[in-house]
C-alpha cells in the first residue's frame, strides 16, 4: 500500500502545483515562487481542511529532491570547462571571503542585539553567508544565463559555499561527540584530493573511451550519463561530502567530451520534473506557526541579505574591474540563503546548539530571500537599467565588456559524411564562424581529428536545437538523407528563424519537391547538383536570401519539367 499512496500523493501533488503554476503563469509570476506555495499549501492548508489526505511522505520525496539536485547540478557541470573557472578563480574567493566576513559578522551581531546567545550567533553568521545553489542554477538555466560571465562566477562562488557548508556540517555534527579532530579534517583533505585526482584522470583517458561506444546508441549514452552523475555524486556523499559537490564535479569530468550538448538535453526533462518536487518539499516544510514565531527577527536577517550581498559583491568585483552590468548581476545572484542553511540549523539544534525558535527563524529568512530573489533575477535587467537612470555613478564607462562564454555561429552544417568537407572548406573561405553537428561518433573522431569546430548532437531534438542558438544562424545546410528528419529541423529553423537561407539534402524529385514547399531555400539532388556546385554558389553569392530564391526557381522548373 505504501508504493500506492506515494503515487496518489505524486499524483495529487502534481495536479496541485500545474493549477497554481498556471494562477503564477497568468500573473506573470516566476515558477518557482509557485512551486513553493503549493509546497506551503500542502504543509499547512490541506491539513487543516482534509485531515492530512495529501501529506508528503518524507522518505519518498526526499528521494525525489536529492535526485533533482543532484541532476540539476550535474547537467551544469557538463557545461562548466576547468579553464574558466581557473580563470575566474581569484574574483571567486574575493566574492566568497567578502561576504563571509560581513554577512557573518553583521548576523553575529544582529544576533546579539535580538538577544540570542554567541554561538547562536555564529550559526546565523554562517547560515546568511551561503547562498541557495539550487534557486540559483535554476533561475540561470532557465534563462540560458548559465554559460555567461555573470552566471559563471554565481556558479564558482557557491561551489565554494557547497564546500564550506560541508565542512560546517561536519563541525557542527561533530559538536555532540566533542568536537572535530585535526586528523578527520585532514583525512577528509585527502579524501577530496583522492575523488578529484581519480575524476581528472578518468576524464583524460577512460571517458572518452567509454563515452564513444555509449555513443553509439542514444539510450546508452543516456543510461551512462546518469548513472555517472548518480554515481559520481554518491561517491562524494560516501567519502563525507554533499551530494551537490559530487554531482558537480561528475558534470565536469565530462564537460570536455563532444557529446555533452546531447547529454544535456536528454536529461533536462528528467531534471525539470525532479526539481519541482525539491521545491514544493521545501514549501511544505514552511509550517505557519514558525513563520509567525520568527517573522520579525526574519525580516532583519532578510533585509541584510537582501541588500547588503548584492553591495559587497558589487564592491569585490569594482575592485577586479568587472563592469557594473555584471557587478550588479552577480550580486542579485547570490541575494538570498541556502537550503543549507535550513540544514545547518536543524543539525544545529539536534546538537543542541541552537533553539528550535532559532531553526524556524533560519527557515523564514530562506523563504523570504527566495523569494524576492526569484523576483530579483527573473527582472535583473530591468531593475539594473531603473537604477542607472537614478544612480548616476552606475552610468560611468565599463572598463570591462561582458562576453557570452556560448558562441553563436552564422554558417551551421549538420551531417559530414555526405560532402560535408567541401562545405567546410567553402565555409573556411568565407571567414565566418561556423560549426558541423553530426550524430555518428565516427565523424565526430574525423571532426576532431580535422581540426573542425563541431558538437555531437541530433538535428531533430529542439532542446538541442535551441542550445547551440540555431536562431541566430545565416546559413543552415543538412547534408542528412533522412526526409522525416530534415522535415523536422526546417519545421523548427522556419519557427525561430524565419530569415536563415536554409540548404537540405534529398534522394528524390518526391522529397526535394517536400522540402520546397515547407520554404527550403534549396534542395540538393544526387543527380542534378552535388555538393561542389552549391558550395560554387555560396562562395559566390554567400547567404543572401534573394540570390538562393532565384536559384530556387530555377532549380524547380527543372524539376518540372523532368516530370
Known amino acids: 500500500m505504501h508504493g500506492l499512496e506515494l503515487f496518489v500523493e505524486l499524483s495529487l501533488l502534481l495536479i496541485l502545483v500545474t493549477l497554481v503554476s498556471v494562477v503564477m503563469r497568468l500573473l506573470r509570476q516566476p515558477l518557482i515562487l509557485g512551486y513553493i506555495i503549493s509546497g506551503l499549501i500542502i504543509g499547512t492548508a490541506l491539513p487543516l481542511l482534509s485531515n492530512n489526505v495529501l501529506s508528503l511522505d518524507p522518505d519518498g520525496f526526499d528521494i525525489f529532491s536529492s535526485l533533482g539536485i543532484v541532476l540539476l547540478l550535474f547537467i551544469i557541470g557538463l557545461e562548466l570547462r576547468v579553464s574558466v573557472l581557473k580563470r575566474l578563480g581569484p574574483v571567486v574567493f574575493a566574492i566568497a571571503a567578502a561576504i563571509l566576513l560581513v554577512l557573518g559578522s ?18 546565523i553568521g554562517l547560515a546568511l553567508f551561503f547562498s541557495s545553489t539550487i534557486v540559483i542554477v535554476k533561475m540561470l538555466s532557465d534563462r540560458k544565463e548559465h554559460t555567461r560571465l555573470h552566471g559563471q562566477i554565481a556558479i564558482g562562488v557557491i561551489i565554494l559555499d557547497d564546500i564550506v ?23 577528509l583533505f585527502v579524501k577530496g584530493i583522492l575523488l578529484t ?23 546508452l549514452l543516456f543510461l551512462f550519463a546518469i548513472s555517472w552523475g548518480l554515481g559520481i555524486a554518491a561517491l562524494f556523499q560516501w567519502a563525507g561530502f554533499s551530494i551537490e559537490v559530487g554531482a558537480l564535479f561528475a558534470g565536469v569530468s565530462l564537460a570536455s567530451l563532444p557529446y555533452t550538448k546531447q547529454m544535456e ?17 521545501l514549501g511544505a516544510e514552511l509550517h505557519l506557526d514558525n513563520i509567525i514565531a520568527g517573522l520579525i527577527p526574519a525580516l532583519i536577517l532578510s533585509t541584510l541579505v537582501i541588500f547588503l550581498k548584492p553591495i559587497v559583491v558589487m564592491l569585490v568585483m569594482r575592485l577586479f574591474h568587472y563592469t557594473k552590468r555584471t557587478s550588479f548581476k552577480v550580486g542579485i545572484n547570490l541575494s538570498q540563503i541556502s537550503e543549507f542553511s535550513i540544514i545547518l540549523a536543524v543539525v544545529a539544534t539536534g546538537a543542541s546548539m541552537i533553539s528550535e525558535q532559532i531553526t524556524a527563524i533560519i527557515t ?30 552606475l552610468r560611468e564607462p565599463e572598463d570591462r565588456r561582458e562576453k557570452n562564454i556560448h558562441d553563436t555561429y552564422e554558417l551551421i552544417l549538420f551531417g559530414y559524411r ?29 571532426l576532431e581529428r580535422l581540426d573542425v569546430p563541431y558538437m555531437y548532437g541530433d538535428a531533430t531534438d529542439t532542446e538541442f536545437l535551441h542550445d547551440i542558438g540555431l536562431k541566430h544562424a545565416k546559413l543552415i545546410v543538412s547534408t542528412i538523407t533522412h526526409i ?3 522535415e523536422e529541423l526546417v519545421q523548427y529553423a522556419h519557427r525561430v528563424n524565419p530569415s536563415a537561407v536554409i540548404v537540405c539534402y534529398a534522394d528524390d524529385s518526391n522529397d526535394a519537391e517536400k522540402l520546397y514547399k515547407m520554404g527550403v531555400s534549396y534542395v540538393m539532388l544526387p543527380h542534378y547538383i552535388g555538393s561542389e556546385r552549391i558550395n560554387h554558389f555560396i562562395r559566390r553569392n554567400g547567404t543572401s536570401k534573394k540570390a538562393f530564391e532565384e536559384f530556387r526557381q530555377h532549380h524547380l522548373t527543372g524539376l518540372q519539367k523532368a516530370e
Open 418 to 446: 555526405r560532402g560535408g568537407h567541401e562545405f567546410v572548406k567553402t565555409f573556411r573561405k568565407m571567414d565566418k564562424k561556423f560549426t558541423v553537428i553530426d550524430y555518428d561518433p565516427a565523424m565526430i573522431e574525423t
Open 106 to 123: 553583521l548576523g553575529q551581531l544582529a544576533a546579539q542585539l535580538l538577544g540570542f546567545t554567541f554561538t547562536e550567533g555564529i550559526i
Open 165 to 187: 557548508a560541508t565542512l560546517a556540517l561536519l563541525f557542527v555534527a561533530a559538536g555532540q561527540s566533542g568536537g572535530l579532530h585535526a586528523s578527520e579534517i585532514g583525512i
Open 265 to 281: 538535453s536528454r536529461l533536462k526533462p528528467l531534471r525539470d520534473f525532479f526539481i519541482v518536487i525539491f521545491f514544493v518539499t
Open 484 to 486: 522525416s528528419t530534415n
Open 197 to 219: 585526482g581519480a575524476l581528472s584522470l578518468a576524464a583524460l583517458k577512460l571517458l572518452p573511451k567509454l563515452s564513444h561506444q555509449f555513443a553509439k546508441s542514444q539510450e
Open 364 to 393: 523564514v529568512v530562506a523563504l523570504i530571500t527566495i523569494t524576492v530573489s526569484t523576483y530579483l533575477m527573473q527582472y535583473d535587467n530591468d531593475l539594473f537599467a531603473w537604477l542607472e537612470r537614478r544612480l548616476p555613478w
